[in-house]
């Protein structure tokens, strides 16, 4: 599958993609989608790319102006991959990758992002990783979710408020905003 970047400094550039099968591209149309929404807010902005697989969207975040992404993909391939991206466009100074399980990798960061994208693997129980996020106060701004439709469960915590959800195929995009907790 043929890669490339939809916006910012590298808009064009073709991005090298993990030959496993463990992880699934988001849609260019859903990566679009976010960037669109989030258009204001990416310059200068801190990134996580959780179960990032290809890279796609921390890559895309650093295009367009992203002052850092950090990525977290357990697949050793496929974090091999995102370094190798990430050399090739000479990015390695913006960025960090995490070669850990999402949890684990939560554990490790000690700085708030101003965006969280959150791609997980279908099936894989996600309300756990969000309640690490907010627990470790690593959410700023905004928090997207790709999952499968037929398979959504609904996020419920006091720190997110549900800006927008959009469909996208098979795809259900939803889109939170951190509530900063009253004193």
């Known amino acids: 599958m043929t890669?490339?970047?939809?916006g910012g400094q590298f808009k064009?550039?073709?991005?090298?993609?993990?030959?496993?099968?463990?992880?699934?591209?988001?849609?260019?149309?859903?990566?679009?989608?976010v960037f669109n929404i989030c258009q204001d807010l990416i310059h200068g902005a801190r990134f996580l790319d959780l179960y990032a697989g290809s890279g796609a969207m921390g890559l895309e975040?650093?295009?367009?102006?992203a002052a850092h992404s950090t990525f977290v993909e357990k697949d050793r391939k496929a974090a091999g991959c995102i370094q190798e991206n990430l050399t090739l466009l000479n990015l390695n100074?913006?960025?960090h990758v995490y070669n850990l399980d999402a949890l684990q990798a939560i554990k490790k960061m000690n700085q708030p992002f101003d965006i969280i994208y959150i791609d997980p693997p279908y099936e894989t129980p996600i309300a756990p990783v969000i309640e690490a996020?907010?627990?470790r106060k690593l959410?700023?701004?905004?928090?997207?979710?790709?999952?499968?439709?037929?398979?959504?469960?609904?996020?419920e915590h006091k720190s997110?408020?549900?800006?927008d959800t959009r469909k996208y195929g098979i795809a259900l995009l939803s889109i939170f905003q951190f509530i900063q907790p009253s004193a």
């Open 61 to 65: 975040a650093l295009s367009r102006g």
């Open 3 to 6: 890669l490339r970047i939809f």
């Open 93 to 95: 100074p913006h960025s």
């Open 133 to 135: 996020l907010l627990e």
């Open 12 to 33: 064009g550039r073709q991005l090298k993609s993990p030959s496993s099968t463990t992880t699934r591209p988001t849609q260019g149309i859903v990566r679009e989608a």
């Open 139 to 155: 959410l700023s701004s905004f928090l997207f979710l790709e999952e499968r439709q037929k398979t959504h469960t609904p996020i």
């Open 160 to 163: 997110l408020s549900l800006y």
